[in-house]
Structures are given as C-alpha cells and as structure tokens.
C-alpha cells in the first residue's frame, strides 16, 4: 500500500459522542499535518507534526485532539463536537518540516456531526 | 494580514485553453504551488514555481511574477476530466501554507 490513507471515509455521529479519525503515511516522510476543508473555503491548517512532536496548533477548539504516536500514523481524536464541525478532515504528509516539499494528501474523512 | 485570491468559478470547452489566476499577499515568500482536487478526492500536486517565469510541464503551465504577487495556472487542449477544482496556495517565511479557496473548473463538451 502507498501513499496517504485515511479512515474512515465517512463518519456521522452526534455532538456527544466520541470518535478518532485515523491516518497512515507510506512515504517515510517526517512531517504530518491535520487539516479542515470547509466548500467554499480556504483550507483551514489544524495541527503540524514534525517528526513525532507536534510544532503548530491554530488556536483549534480543545473538542479537537490530535495524536502522533510515531511518524506513520497521525489521530485526531474528537469529542463533544458542534454542528459546524461538519467539513471534510484532510490529512497530508510532507518529506520534512520547514523547505518547500510538496505535500501528499489523504482522501479525507467526510465528517457529519448532527 | 495574509490572502490568497483566486476566481471562484470558471467554465471552458473542451480542447480549448483557460487560465486560472492567483494574487497572494503573505508574510514573506517561499515559493506558490499549485494542486488539483476533483470532487470526492485528495488534492494531488501539480506545480511549484519560486523564481519568476513560466514552468511547462505537459499540458499545464505555471507562471510567477514575485515582484506582482501574481500566479497562473495555463491548461491546454483542454478534456473532460480537467473538471476539479484548482487550489493555489504561497509558501511563507515560517514554511506554511496559506490557501486560496480553490477555482472550481468546469470543462463542457
């Protein structure tokens, strides 16, 4: 398998439940980033990894946890989430931190909170 | 503050040639990339310029004015499955992306 996966592809769930998104990187790439894609918006960069150590939050909501366990696999665990929540959760890696590497995306985990 | 500007939307026709253009304002420059996304998808590279000029690269081209804080993005002999939105996005002085919002083209027959 290469590439950036992610799973789920799909997740509904309600604004009290708990829930993690999951991804993997088979790149050997040391950079891993967490994002929010909103239609018709920017995307939103929500947390930068750079070998195992987090190094960027954008003032994200604390319902928004991330974790890196080891330089292939990225979490984002979420809790008690709001309606506008619901967007499309990227998950990229890049070779390294810091230099103009391209960066290779998941294909997403389409989030619905209801 | 820190922008990226880019059409919303854009219609051609197959065959024939469109450019998409990008103005960015960020705090400091290293370099502009281009990604493509179709509906439903990861968005995948496409081309990254630093220095002024056009780059060629098959049927697309990217082109860079650094001085004009100007990009675009040229697709040629246009086809059917071109139809993806076009996302722009500057590298700043800390390495970060900053986004536009994305062109959605939409190629017709």
């Known amino acids: 398998e290469t590439g950036v996966t992610q799973t789920p592809r799909h997740l509904v769930m309600g604004m009290t439940n708990k829930k993690s998104l999951k991804c993997e990187q088979h790149l050997g790439h040391n950079a891993m980033y967490w994002y929010k894609q909103s239609a018709k918006k920017p995307l939103e960069l929500m947390f930068v990894?750079?070998?195992?150590?987090?190094?960027e939050n954008n003032s994200v909501p604390s319902r928004f946890s991330p974790e890196c366990p080891n330089s292939s696999h990225l979490f984002l665990h979420l809790h008690t989430l709001q309606p506008e929540d619901s967007a499309l959760y990227l998950c990229a890696s890049s070779q390294v931190l810091g230099e103009a590497y391209e960066q290779y995306f998941g294909p997403g985990t389409r989030l619905t909170v209801t | 503050g820190q922008n990226i500007d880019q059409p919303t939307e854009m219609t051609a026709t197959e065959g024939a040639i469109v450019q998409i253009n990008c103005t960015y304002q960020t705090s400091g420059f290293n370099g502009l990339f281009w990604y493509q996304q179709h509906a439903g998808e990861a968005p995948t590279f496409l081309s990254y310029n630093v220095l002024d000029g056009l780059e060629e690269k098959g049927r697309f081209s990217s082109f860079l004015s650094r001085s004009k804080g100007y990009s675009y993005l040229l697709l040629k002999e246009l086809q059917m499955k071109d139809s993806a939105s076009y996302l722009c996005?500057?590298?700043?002085?800390?390495?970060?992306?900053?986004w536009g919002a994305g062109t959605k083209l939409i190629i017709k027959p």
């Open positions: 990894y750079s070998l195992e150590e987090r190094v």
């Open positions: 996005a500057s590298l700043d002085s800390n390495y970060q992306l900053i």
